[in-house]
């Protein structure tokens, strides 16, 4: 199993639409976890981090579920812009060390 | 957060010639890590630039095909050595400035091989 697993999609919606992205990740230490936007041929940015209570940003919420052990990216009200590959990245830091596993990502294109 | 300049931007090489790419942050950084996307594909890390000492390379990546240098904490290469058309791909720098932060990434540099 990968530690980090996301559906690659595409997910094509219409403008408008409510999306929903799925992040599972297999280490139960994970301590930090966060959503980032990729645009092709270009870099990842970072969209968000995700708060154990959840966090919303405009139209754009994450959400974490340890028990389930995944994190979630919400997207309301889709816009053309929001087309872009979205990335989840988990952080497993211990003893002073950083380890950042980033999922594959999932396709979005949202469609006029 | 920290403002990261990749340089170059995009290079097109010979065949077994070498590229250094630079990576400078405006403020220091605990992380700095290399990656390497190819089309299509996810992200790759290739070694973290631990500052002072030798890269902590990841499997499949040797220093002598990528040495990396790391000389104080806002500054990284990373070295393309012998380069093959198997070696066109995207390389990124990414930095972490403490504890659970996320990271930051350069804008890349494209990379090319003929």
């Known amino acids: 199993r990968k530690e980090v697993e996301q559906d690659p999609g595409p997910f094509n919606v219409p403008e408008g639409a409510t999306v929903a992205f799925n992040c599972t990740y297999s280490?139960?230490?994970?301590?930090?976890f966060f959503w980032y936007r990729q645009d092709c041929r270009k870099e990842p940015k970072l969209l968000m981090s995700v708060y154990s209570s959840g966090n919303e940003d405009g139209r754009f919420t994450a959400q974490l579920n340890r028990a389930s052990q995944y994190i979630s990216l919400l997207i309301r009200d889709s816009k053309l812009s929001d087309s872009a590959t979205y990335l989840c990245?988990?952080?497993?830091?211990?003893?002073?060390?950083?380890?950042?596993?980033f999922g594959t990502g999932t396709r979005l294109k949202v469609l006029a | 957060s920290a403002v990261i300049s990749q340089k170059p931007s995009r290079d097109i090489c010979q065949r077994g010639t070498s590229l250094t790419i630079q990576c400078q942050v405006d403020s220091q950084v605990t992380m700095m890590f290399w990656y390497r996307q190819q089309p299509g594909q996810s992200l790759t890390l290739i070694a973290t630039a631990n500052q002072g000492s030798e890269a902590t390379y990841e499997s499949g990546f040797v220093i002598d095909k990528f040495p990396i240098s790391r000389p104080n904490l806002t500054f990284s290469t990373l070295t393309v050595s012998n380069m093959s058309p198997e070696d066109s791909s995207i390389y990124l720098c990414?930095?972490?400035?403490?504890?659970?932060?996320?990271?930051?990434f350069g804008d890349g540099t494209r990379l090319s091989i003929l």
């Open positions: 990414s930095v972490v400035g403490g504890s659970n932060q996320p990271q930051h």
């Open positions: 280490n139960s230490a994970s301590q930090s």
């Open positions: 990245a988990v952080n497993s830091a211990a003893s002073g060390t950083y380890k950042y596993i």
